[in-house]
């Protein structure tokens, strides 16, 4: 018998309750998982993988399971992190799909690479990083992205997108504007060799201050940022979270202004566009009286306004009704529409 590993398994009626880190206990038709991506469009033509909807999950952070997912779930298994290439200015790094984002954080630090210190300790896989353009402490991973290799479902064909092909935004990208589209096997990084470390985003320098840090390296302001996010955010082995549920809404600067007379302590940030400006709506969401609120197992983090939460047996619908009361109230006391930030599966916003 061989000790191969297999190039993918099928797995039926499949529990999704540790693929999403809500814990919401749903579960899918099928499971499938891909260690060799190139077989992709093989496996997709399997007459009952072809004949189902598919919905790929990396580690299922930024998901909210409304039902169970009546087709086929597929993850990507392929974790191979290789350096392409050093260059003089930069060197090239190439993650699979199913590498661990973190880890691919750490492992840059540990070979010398910088960039990426201050996305340090966001869950997920490096396939979803381009969905919605993650980003934290002031950078957003678009600014590294050389390369985006996908399988095109609806062209039946392989792509490799450049940054200005992904159409990254604030939380926003091709991916996110043409879900299930693009099925993306690996990303590939451009990390520059001179870099200039990010310190700006509040916090950041009192907590390297504090750890005693005075001329930092990218390694400080990683363990900066860990600190920071294990202090405000809590932990999904812990407790079910998906972290921001809504997004931080973007509006023109006049409606701002218009705001700020009635709530001039609303945090006010710089948005893509001159003409407008981001909001904090963990602010508004906790000036509506939510932060900390619990309706049975469903609810709203005691450290983080901006943060809904599983106690425990909270189904998606529970914390999808939860969500819909908070947007609605922050509408009616702020006339401010917020949006959800995870993909909502089995149901519309
Ligand atoms: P999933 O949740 O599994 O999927 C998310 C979306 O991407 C889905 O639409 C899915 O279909 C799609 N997708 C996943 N993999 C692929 C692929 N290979 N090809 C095509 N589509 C794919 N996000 C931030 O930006 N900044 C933060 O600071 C941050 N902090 C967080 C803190 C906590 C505690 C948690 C729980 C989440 C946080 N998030 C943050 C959200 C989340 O970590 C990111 O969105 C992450 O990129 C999701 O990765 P995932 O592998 O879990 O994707
Ligand atoms: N605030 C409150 N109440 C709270 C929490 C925050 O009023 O309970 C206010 C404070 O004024 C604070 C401000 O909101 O200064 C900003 O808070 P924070 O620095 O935590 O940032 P955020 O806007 O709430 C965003 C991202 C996070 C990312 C952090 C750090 C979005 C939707 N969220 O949160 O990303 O980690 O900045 O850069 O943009 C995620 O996307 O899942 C996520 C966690």
Redesign the pocket.
Known sequence: MSNAMPAWTLTENASLKALNTFHVDASAAQLLELHDPSLLPDVLALPHVADTPLLVLGSGS?VLLADDVPGTVLVFANARIDILEHRADHTLVRAGAGVNWHGLVMWSLQNGLSGLENLAL?PGTAGAAPI?N?????VQVDEFIQVVEAWDRQAGEWVRLDAEACQFG??DSLFKQQPDRYLITAIELRLPLLHHLRLG???ISEEMQAMGVELPVAADVANAVIAL?RR??PDPDVLGN???F???PVLPLEQVEVLLQHFPDL?VYPAEQDNRRKL????M??ACGW?GHREGDAGVAP?????LVNHGTASGAQLLALARQISASVLEKFGVPIEP?PRLVGAQW
């Open positions: 930024n966001i919605q993650i980003g934290a402490y002031g604030y939380r985003y509040a916090g996010r405000k955010l998906a972290g921001s809504f997004k931080n945090p904090s709506a963990a602010w969401i906790e932060k450290q983080h306004a901006l943060v930030e």
